[in-house]
T-cell receptor, first 117, second 111 residues
Framework: DAMVIQNPRYQVTQFGKPVTLSCSQTLNHNVMYWYQQKSSQAPKLLFH???????NEADTPDNFQSRRPNTSFCFLDIRSPGLGDAAMYLC????????????????FGPGTRLTVL | GQQLNQSPQSMFIQEGEDVSMNCTSS?????WLWYKQDPGEGPVLLIA?????ELTSNGRLTAQFGITRKDSFLNISASIPSDVGIYFCAGLNSGNTPLVFGKGTRLSVIA
């Protein structure tokens, strides 16, 4: 089945120790998104890639970076995790963006729960 | 930025009852999406709406795109225990604009 895969599902890191979260997709979608979701809150968009074009949200801290080496993979790098970065990180994809059609529907992966000690 | 008001925040219902939740906005959206999120999992898309006034069903779920384009509701008929979870509405506009989420409705079903 076509899907969005996130690895690992659970990640524990130490305060200040860089960590990388991984997302892959078999949907061949152009757009890949990274969201942060804290307990009992809605997902918050960090940034997205449209193909190789990186789009950062204005309020995303510099501590968060992303790489998309090819269509299928996208990585979230947290350079110096703080206690406040503990959250669920969700990857999502859509075929397109900006229109009004099913091509803009976003499909989410299962998430990676990050714990910072 | 745009905000969505989703209500109710939480609901406790008996198995077999019908459920209704809604989202309102002060500005219009071109697309409304409804997601369900189980604990420890990512949101799963339930229903997508593209036209004002559109009414769409997916099994026991029915959602409508408000005629003013500023609201949407989701109904669940004959609830079952596996309906438990958090339901999010989300609005989307044209252009390079992000998906705007409501704060979610937490549904609990009592068997």
């Amino acid at each position: 089945d076509a899907m969005v895969i996130q690895n690992p599902r659970y990640q524990v890191t130490q305060f200040g120790k860089p960590v990388t979260l991984s997302c892959s997709q078999t949907l061949n979608h152009n757009v890949m998104y990274w969201y942060q979701q804290k307990s009992s809150q809605a997902p918050k968009l960090l940034f997205h890639y449209y193909d190789k074009d990186f789009n950062n949200e204005a309020d995303t801290p510099d501590n968060f970076q992303s790489r998309r080496p090819n269509t299928s993979f996208c990585f979230l790098d947290i350079r110096s995790p703080g206690l406040g970065d503990a959250a669920m990180y969700l990857c999502a994809t859509s075929r397109e963006r900006g229109g009004v059609s099913s091509y803009n529907e976003q499909f989410f992966g299962p998430g990676t729960r990050l714990t910072v000690l | 930025g745009q905000q969505l008001n989703q209500s109710p925040q939480s609901m406790f219902i008996q198995e077999g009852e019908d459920v209704s939740m809604n989202c309102t906005s002060s500005s219009i959206f071109n697309t409304w999406l409804w997601y369900k999120q189980d604990p420890g999992e990512g949101p799963v898309l339930l229903i997508a709406l593209y036209k004002a006034g559109e009414l769409t069903s997916n099994g026991r779920l029915t959602a409508q795109f408000g005629i003013t384009r500023k609201d949407s509701f989701l109904n669940i008929s004959a609830s079952i225990p596996s309906d438990v979870g958090i339901y999010f509405c989300a609005g989307l506009n044209s252009g390079n604009t992000p998906l705007v989420f409501g704060k979610g409705t937490r549904l609990s079903v009592i068997a």
